[in-house]
């Protein structure tokens, strides 16, 4: 019986209480029953909220891995990171060849002109490569007498330059000349790379090296060369032109002679013959050699420059 129930019972009863001892009991009573009330609430929220805790705990435990939320998330970005990385791996991979490539090719800017504000120069290309390059583009800076840059932009040169050989391309429009030019310099971007050589690695990198020497040096080099690589036509145009510079037209001739043996439609080979044939004044037999050179290679400007020049 609540205290309230208990007053109410004691009105019939002789014994009488004053008003406000039944008010104060009473109200004592409703807060008694609150405050119960409340204690009630708290602890059943407490427990939905432990039981509610451990039914997350249970369903996240009974989740597979591989299916929870921040760990697909980090799944993702792994698998990004890997296909980027590997896409550069192969890109590097793919251009590895090309950039060794670029590294034996260099390009020198000689004679420069001006023609209505427009610069020209003579493009140089040199390719220590064993295989011939084209589509040559470089990067040019002219720079001014107080060194600020007075031209820049980048330049291709369409034809070929045949392997482990030199070609100079004349009059290349640059483009608009802000002042007078001082220096000049080139850096190549891009080229495109001729068929590769049946050769080992080794005997590649061995030939660009002997491109590089000069006198007897080169000579006994490139004999050594072509007795391990004897179906390889530049080997001998090389051991040719080593021959050429130290005054032997003899030899050379015979090497470029092995050379159009082994690979008669190498317009190099045919050309550098014809030079050693009008070294020892043999005009038909150069003729002959530089005009099969040209049918191959007609836009090679050495090629149209000889036979310009012998015309005359």
Request: with cysteine; net charge neutral; hydrophobic share 40%.
């Amino acid at each position: 019986m609540d205290v309230c129930a208990w007053i109410i019972w004691t009105d019939i009863k002789p014994l009488r209480l004053s008003d406000n001892v039944r008010q104060l009991q009473c109200a004592f009573s409703n807060q008694l029953q609150k405050y119960r009330s409340r204690k009630k609430n708290k602890v059943e929220e407490e427990q939905r909220i432990k039981t509610d805790f451990m039914d997350r705990q249970a369903r996240e435990i009974s989740t597979p891995l591989l299916q929870q939320g921040p760990i697909r998330i980090l799944l993702a970005i792994v698998a990004i990171g890997v296909i980027f990385g590997g896409y550069n791996l192969v890109m590097f991979f793919m251009n590895m060849g090309k950039n060794a490539a670029i590294g034996n090719v260099a390009v020198n800017l000689k004679d420069p002109d001006l023609q209505d504000g427009i610069a020209r120069v003579d493009v140089n290309v040199s390719n220590l490569n064993p295989f011939w390059v084209d589509k040559i583009q470089f990067k040019y800076t002219i720079s001014g007498p107080d060194g600020n840059a007075a031209a820049t932009g980048v330049v291709g040169v369409p034809d070929q330059v045949p392997a482990g050989a030199a070609r100079t391309f004349h009059h290349v429009k640059l483009g608009p000349l802000q002042g007078e030019a001082a220096r000049m310099k080139a850096e190549l971007v891009d080229l495109n790379l001729g068929p590769k050589p049946s050769l080992s690695a080794g005997l590649e990198n061995r030939f660009s090296e002997i491109m590089l020497l000069k006198g007897p040096e080169a000579v006994g080099a490139f004999t050594e060369f072509v007795g391990q690589a004897p179906k390889f036509a530049p080997g001998y145009i090389g051991l040719g032109r080593a021959y050429m510079a130290e005054g032997d037209d003899k030899k050379a001739k015979e090497a470029f002679q092995k050379a159009v043996e082994i690979d008669p439609k190498d317009a190099d080979a045919h050309y550098q013959l014809g030079l050693a044939l009008l070294n020892q004044k043999d005009r038909d037999a150069a003729e002959k050699e530089i005009g099969a050179a040209y049918e191959l290679a007609p836009n090679d400007p050495d090629i149209q420059r000889t036979i310009s020049e012998n015309r005359k």
